[in-house]
T-cell receptor
Framework: ETGVTQSPTHLIKTRGQQVTLRCSSQ?????VSWYQQALGQGPQFIFQ???????GRGNFPPRFSGLQFPNYSSELNVNALELDDSALYLC???FGTGTSPLHFGNGTRLTVT | EDKVVQSPLSLVVHEGDTVTLNCSYE??????LLWYKQEKKAPTFLFML????IEKKSGRLSSILDKKELFSILNITATQTGDSAVYLC????????????????FGQGTILTVHP
């Protein structure tokens, strides 16, 4: 069984730039969600994709957007990067949206300078 | 607004000690509570609890949920240095307005350090 994989592992960007993070879900999982984890904090929900549609969103501005592909992999795009966007970005996959636990990838560490 | 509070925020013990980590929550339309262990990057799933009073157990770890008092505890007996990690508690909402919605709301985490 292949787990959740994310790329890249680390990324350094400049304020104002755009970034794309990628996630491959665990085999058999059809739901992907993204979380932002600042240092010393618990993960914060960004949004969730189920069957290629966004079906839940946290308190993040529209410059955070995403996609889910037919193979259930996903992308997180962040435009107009700000210093506060520096964080660990975690992708999680599950089967369905309510009854099975989320399984997380190792995350992408984004640093915005 | 949904809220999850964990205590203590940090804990230092010696190998062999028993620890209890606490998680209290306020969330509308509660569905389940999950515990995760985060060592370096990926939170690793430990337990998912949906019913009150039923203990879940895995080796030296166990957890129980009280839906009346809105809290859960995670117990670790005979701690080992490998138990050193951040332990995260999260609650999941149920279906709202006809839209399946599996968002997790996390607490801040408890940093557990186990010394040899």
């Amino acid at each position: 069984e292949t787990g959740v994989t994310q790329s890249p592992t680390h990324l350094i960007k400049t304020r104002g730039q755009q970034v794309t993070l990628r996630c491959s879900s665990q085999s058999g999982h059809n739901t992907v969600s993204w979380y932002q984890q600042a240092l010393g904090q618990g993960p914060q929900f960004i949004f969730q994709y189920y069957r290629e549609e966004e079906n839940g969103r946290g308190n993040f501005p529209p410059r955070f957007s995403g996609l889910q592909f037919p193979n259930y992999s996903s992308e997180l795009n962040v435009n107009a990067l700000e210093l506060d966007d520096s964080a660990l970005y975690l992708c999680a996959s599950s089967f369905g949206t309510g009854t099975s636990p989320l399984h997380f990838g190792n995350g992408t560490r984004l640093t915005v300078t | 607004e949904d809220k999850v509070v964990q205590s203590p925020l940090s804990l230092v013990v010696h190998e062999g000690d028993t620890v209890t980590l606490n998680c209290s929550y306020e969330v509308t339309n509660f569905r389940s509570l999950l515990w995760y262990k985060q060592e370096k990057k990926a939170p690793t799933f430990l337990f998912m609890l949906t019913s009150s009073g039923i203990e879940k157990k895995s080796g030296r770890l166990s957890s129980i949920l009280d839906k009346k008092e809105l809290f859960s505890i995670l117990n670790i007996t005979a701690t080992q240095t490998g138990d050193s990690a951040v332990y995260l508690c999260a609650v999941r909402k149920g279906v709202t307005g006809g839209t399946s919605y599996g968002k997790l709301t996390f607490g801040q985490g408890t940093i557990l350090t186990v010394h040899p």
